[in-house]
């Protein structure tokens, strides 16, 4: 009822002030396969055009076949699924608990600022190759996912490891896919960064097309007043095509 009522006030109350600017993302509650099918087909009645999953579809720890059902109708509804950073559900409760258990016995905090700068390039990677060496995009070929809000420098170093281990390891992994693993990539993912000058110079190798410029407003890595400033550094001698479609038309379309 709470993630209802929070999709209900994003899309009625929020995003109504203005729709050719404000798109707002359903949330997907973590009840189970049914309650994730059923609110993301109720927010998309409602006119909502996208979703934010915080656990597997399923409420599984780990992908598997029992989340196809949320994907296909992902798919059918034409509605990307985002992820923010990494999945906070199951998994991030455990992670919690096993973190609190260290800490009862005497282990030492944890500086916040190891989390905050490689959380996402730690997570954001296990996630794409779960999903890709799952076999779901040649279940699902137009299901898009998005990762929000960490960064693309790291995706053509993990692209290449994908392939790598799977000519190696496929065959005693039982892992076949229709298409070597990197190619999922430019028909199935997006990302979204903040602050990665490194990112947009290797842009090529990436895709364009799959990169989204983001801020964070209103938390700390929100770079407003400086948006103009920080978005011109990175666009230095990147063709105005690419960079209108990274700055707004790739969320756009």
């Known amino acids: ?6 999709n209900n006030w994003l899309h009625q109350e929020f995003c109504a002030v203005d729709r050719t600017r404000l798109v707002g993302l359903a ?21 909502m055009r996208g979703c934010t999953i915080m656990a597997w579809p399923s409420g599984g720890m780990n992908l598997s076949r029992d989340d196809d059902p949320f994907w296909a109708e992902a798919e059918k509804l034409g509605m990307p699924v985002s ?8 998994e991030g409760l455990k992670g919690a608990i096993a973190a609190g258990a260290l800490a009862g016995k005497g282990a030492a905090p944890i500086n916040p ?26 279940r699902f070929p137009a ?9 693309v420098g790291w995706v053509p170093l993990v692209l ?22 990197s190619t999922y990539w430019k028909t199935n993912f997006a990302a979204t960064f903040i602050i990665d000058r490194f990112g947009i110079r290797n842009r090529d190798l990436i895709g364009p097309e799959t990169i989204l410029w983001s801020t964070d407003y209103p938390h700390h890595r929100c770079d407003w007043l400086e948006s103009q400033h920080i ?3 990175h666009m230095q001698g990147v063709p105005a095509d690419e960079a209108a479609a990274m700055c707004a038309g790739n969320a756009a379309r």
């Open 1 to 6: 009822a709470g993630v209802q009522a929070y």
């Open 83 to 90: 992820i923010h950073v990494r999945l906070s559900g199951k």
């Open 27 to 47: 949330l997907i509650p973590n009840i189970g396969i049914e309650g994730s099918i059923a609110e993301l087909r109720r927010t998309r009645e409602m006119g």
């Open 113 to 138: 600022l190891v989390t905050m700068s490689t959380g996402a390039v730690a997570d954001a990677p296990k996630l794409l190759a779960e999903m890709v060496y799952s076999g779901m995009f040649d």
């Open 231 to 233: 978005i011109q550094e």
């Open 160 to 181: 290449e490891s994908m392939d790598d281990h799977y000519a190696r390891d496929r065959i005693w992994t039982h892992t076949e896919l229709e298409r070597m693993p």
């Open 143 to 151: 299901l898009r996912m998005v990762f929000g809000e960490v960064n």
